[in-house]
């Protein structure tokens, strides 16, 4: 049961619709559906964001269609063979950059202009076979599929847990081998992204 003080944001526009358990992709998949063509901001329901956070987001768009914003990342890190490295070797971005290697952490929020991810994005049977637990992990590849790059903006905002949200949480089981099991399934049907851009 939803808190009393959500249900009363109906009253401001808030819609509140249900969905299927698809597990953490539900925040994007049913909206990507539904508003095809509409911009798409992802954030976490156990975070609290800060009063600019929604407008520096949006104004790091600057409404390009194949540009994906976020305020958290991780950079795409290849060994010299040209495998791809553990994700926990994936450094954390402290600054702005703009790139295709820049892999966008939900946490903090994310900015998806319409046509910027791949029409693959909305295949159930794949996603949840491929990386159940771990949607920035197909986000992220299904934007490359797209041609979208990728903007991590300036952390003007900060962002706090909500106290006791983090007792059960997708990031303790993601960042150890299970993230990686899930990056190599996607790879290996998908291909490795191109970071050239």
Known sequence: MLPEAVRNLTKYGLDIRVTEDIKSFKKIVPTLKAFPNAFIVTADDDVYYAPKWLEDLVSASSGETKLITCYQARRVQLSEDGE????EMWPNLSEPEVSAAVFPIGRGGILYPPGALSPE???EDAFLELCPGADDVWLYWMGRRAGSIYRRIDRSNMM?????SQKVALFPGNFGDLNNQQIRAVA?????PDLGR
Do not use: T
């Open 188 to 192: 290996k049907r998908f291909g490795y």
């Open 84 to 87: 791809l490295l553990p994700y």
């Open 160 to 164: 706090w847990d909500w106290p006791g």
């Open 121 to 123: 994005v909305l295949d």
